[in-house]
């Protein structure tokens, strides 16, 4: 049974930085791309960046590119997204999520199929 805990959220303002991290077990992590989606109140659940499973590749939404990094470590089973020049509009329950098809644009939810519970973070004005 693939489990993922996501952590690190909380609140910070505007300008700040928070580091999440994705927990995985269950399953053989260094073999699954993974990915980071982000759902605000109200709003659709939006991608955010993707990763390959050997960590050389990655992609970003544009609205986080050059502010948010995605890394994994293989060795310890865990994934991570270190944000900076948080926006308030970065507001958003953060979920972690294992790819398991590639019919379909990296994008689309329906590429990955095990998710975390998600990290709420806050960003004040």
């Known amino acids: 049974q693939v489990q993922l805990v996501e952590s690190g959220g909380g609140l910070v303002q505007a300008g700040g930085s928070l580091r999440l991290s994705c927990a995985a077990s269950g399953g053989a992590f260094s073999t699954w791309p993974m990915a980071w989606f982000r759902q605000a109140p109200g709003k659709v659940r939006e991608f955010v960046t993707w990763?390959?499973?050997?960590?050389?590749?990655?992609q970003y939404a544009d609205s986080v590119k050059g502010r948010f990094t995605i890394s994994r470590d293989n060795a310890k089973n865990t994934l991570y997204l270190q944000m900076s020049s948080l926006k308030p509009e970065d507001t958003a329950v953060y979920y972690c999520a294992v790819q398991f098809r590639q019919d379909v644009p990296l994008d689309d939810q329906r590429r990955y199929k095990y998710w975390g519970q998600g990290t709420q973070v806050t960003v004040s004005p």
């Open positions: 990763i390959s499973s050997n960590g050389a590749g990655t």
